[in-house]
DNA sequence: TATTGTTATACTCTATAACTATA
DNA sequence: TATAGTTATAGAGTATAACAATA
């Protein structure tokens, strides 16, 4: 058992508590600029992946079911988001992006890349250092 | 200008995002074991380390002023923290916790350094290098 | 006049429970 | 019966605007 309660490890429980709210305060500001809540950009870059059942929205997103039916509903309002049936169960619909939907989802994506200014400060050497240090914290076994 | 766009700086990008999102997430549960919402949480650990103006807290959590009303009504009615006068100038609320608040955010706080098992995975040499990393990549120089 | 904290209001997100339509 | 999605409800967080007390 590695100790965990040493002043190294609080320094860096400290530092990565500063990334995450940096991280979060730029996504919600992103988010903002496409007039999107925090929830809504979330459930809409999950679905620029692939669309999906409402069920499955709430168990990435881990929360209620209930829930996913209100924020669909504002993004497809919005005709950001539509509502499909599924062919084979008549039960489930699936939420995909619209055309404008993508293109939002794909603004965003971009101008949180913009965004992560931080990450310019490190060379090429350190990142991919960072990258495995990373991937190590995280349990990641890189092929 | 270092390049942001390319594929590595994007897989550091998600892997920081997958830290947010299980930081977060422990957060949240870590708050919820002591019957407070995240945003409770953060009020309590923030004056944990000292009393401040409501004015104060509101630009240290980046919210309105209004809201730091209720969350600290919340709080106060839980005994957790306490509204006191400023001699000073007798507009100022100063809010602090109550000795049982301080209880509860040190608890809180040694939670959460148990649930960042993950730094447990990193040599005491990878931690130092993460840490500088880290360090340089948020702008901090250290002395 | 400016500042501090509060109230009032409206919207969003959240969990819980009950409901419907399918399977 | 079991599952997918919805509705109803209530609590919490959020921003905006207007207000009282104090500076």
Redesign the interface.
Known sequence: ??P??DS??????D??????T????EYEHAAAEHSLTGAQARLLSLLSVEPLPMRKIAERL?CEPSNITGIVDRLESRGLVERRPDPADRRIKLAAPTAEGARTAEALRMS???A???????T?A??????Q????????TPE
Request: net charge positive; charged share 25%; no cysteine.
């Open positions: 058992m590695t965990r309660a190294l490890t609080a320094e860096i429980v530092l990565i508590g500063t990334v995450v940096r991280y979060y305060e881990k949180l890349h913009f992560r200014e931080p990450l310019g400060e490190l090429s350190e990142r991919t250092l960072l990258k240090l990373l991937q190590r914290m995280l349990g990641i």
